[in-house]
């Protein structure tokens, strides 16, 4: 709707119009133990409709184009293996491949902005992930992750940006692109290391002989955890065929790094503040320099406390802590901003 000033809520509709998904999967899979190998096939079966059905349209009557009223159907059959070996009870092997579909949505296939425009039929993005990695938890107050990963999608579903007397976003089937990199997570609980250094009457220490230790139990069970967690991906990619060969794929960054502390009571209390660093990228697959978005990181606070039994808790947090500038995404009219500091309290209740 277009009226005469920012804050009416009255004037002209230029776009209208109804869209409706409907989907259904089907999908099983199990687990096959023999001694220290485990290994867990599955499928799933991905069905979805999706239909637009056009009311009023301003570009299209301007330049005479008639009203969508489409409905398109996608089925994709989807695998995937996941395999672990355990070395120790504390240190296993592991390695996944799985298959994965991404359908075009109708803010795709159909766009009501008339600064954009369908390069073709869309086609839906297949996309099979590799991962190889080792985990472990060697002691019960630090925990690792790491893993090496290889996403390879035939027909990407995306968009670059082209001048044609103005600035015109483009979605179409990209071609096939490959990102790879190295995940690591590591967490680590302070108060259980401080209670298996130095906590004389822990369980630990005194090798579950101790009667007092028995009865006064761990710092962690008195105090409460207080853990450190860091998540660090480092990526790169190209794509390998189609119009923006050797360019990298919108919105993937070199690096998302993940940082946290978190304080957990008993299950009862918990507190966290975390953040999240994301390295620069660019939103159009030509990574044209007006789709460059920077690096930003933002940080969020919440909690949890339970107030009745198991079943009923509160909880709050606050969103951009320190109200953050930046923004993820840009469309062909401007940029997605992010929100600015925000807030939220409720109540959840679990049976």
């Known amino acids: 709707m277009q009226g005469n000033s920012p804050t009416t809520n009255h004037g002209s509709i230029l776009n209208q119009n109804n869209r409706e998904s409907v989907s259904y999967s089907i999908f099983a899979e199990n687990l096959f133990q023999f001694g220290n190998l485990s290994i867990t096939p599955g499928f799933r079966l991905e069905n979805i409709w999706q239909s637009v059905n056009e009311l009023v349209n301003r570009s299209s009557f301007q330049t005479g184009a008639p009203l969508k009223d489409e409905t398109i159907y996608n089925f994709a059959p989807l695998f995937g293996l996941g395999v672990e070996y355990a070395f120790t009870p504390e240190v296993a092997a592991y390695a996944n491949v799985s298959q994965s579909y991404r359908p075009p949505f109708f803010t795709q296939a159909v766009p009501v902005n008339p600064n954009t425009r369908v390069e073709g039929p869309l086609q839906e993005a297949t996309t099979v992930n590799y991962e190889i990695g080792f985990k472990g938890e060697p002691v019960t107050w630090f925990t690792w992750d790491t893993s090496f990963f290889l996403v390879d999608t035939s027909d990407a579903i995306g968009s670059r940006a082209v001048n044609e007397g103005q600035i015109t976003t483009v979605i179409e089937n990209a071609g096939r692109a490959v990102v790879y990199g190295w ?142 500038n930046y923004y993820t995404r840009i469309r062909a009219d401007g940029i997605d901003p992010s929100a600015p500091t925000n807030w939220y309290a409720g109540i959840k209740i679990e049976f």
């Open 183 to 324: 995940d690591l997570f590591t967490e680590l609980d302070f108060v259980g290391l401080a209670d298996a250094v130095w906590n004389t009457d822990s369980p630990a220490m005194s090798g579950g002989k101790n009667p007092i230790a028995a009865s006064r139990g761990s710092w962690v069970d008195r105090y409460g955890s207080f853990s450190a967690y860091t998540a660090l991906t480092l990526q790169t990619g190209d794509f390998l065929s189609g119009p923006n060969v050797g360019k990298t794929p919108q919105y993937v960054s070199d690096y998302i790094v993940r940082l946290g502390v978190i304080y957990n009571w008993r299950d009862r209390l918990k507190l966290a503040l975390m953040s999240n660093f994301n390295g620069s990228t660019y939103a159009s697959d030509n990574n044209a320099e007006n789709r460059f978005i920077p690096a930003y990181n933002v940080w969020d606070l919440m909690g949890e406390v339970k107030v009745w039994r198991d079943n009923v808790s509160l909880i709050a947090g606050v969103n951009n802590l320190f109200n953050a």
